[in-house]
């Protein structure tokens, strides 16, 4: 399994941004798919973003398109989220995750497709 530390959440209004940062251990970093989701209180862990490793895409829950970017960086071995427009729903603990196992095809918006998760970070988001 791969250590992961997420960071960069906290209070903000709506209409603002933040940068979530997830810090994964591991040497071959560059191999995982990586994926955030969010859970808001009383509600189930839901599917935000991923990136894959294989063909390096990228895809979005409907909820956060064309608001949140997720990126990464190997060299740092850190998976990003911007959350730009940030709205009172997206008022969340949000968990970075992994895929460590090499997979080529996986369905990334399924929480159990993942081997790693992060602490999770507080996002609050004031009207």
């Known amino acids: 399994q791969v250590q992961l530390v997420e960071s960069g959440g906290g209070l903000v209004q709506a209409g603002a941004s933040l940068r979530l940062s997830c810090a994964a251990s591991?040497?071959?970093?560059?191999?995982?798919?990586m994926g955030w989701f969010r859970q808001a209180p009383g509600k189930e862990r839901e599917f935000v973003a991923a990136?894959?490793?294989?063909?390096?895409?990228?895809h979005y829950a409907e909820s956060v398109k064309g608001r949140f970017t997720i990126s990464r960086d190997n060299a740092k071995n850190t998976v990003y989220l911007q959350m730009n427009s940030l709205k009172p729903e997206d008022t969340a603990i949000y968990y970075c995750a992994a895929d460590s196992t090499l997979r080529w095809t996986l369905d990334v918006t399924g929480a159990h497709e993942y081997d790693s998760w992060g602490q999770g970070t507080q996002v609050t988001v004031s009207s």
């Open positions: 591991g040497r071959t970093f560059s191999s995982y798919t």
């Open positions: 990136n894959t490793w294989s063909r390096g895409s990228t």
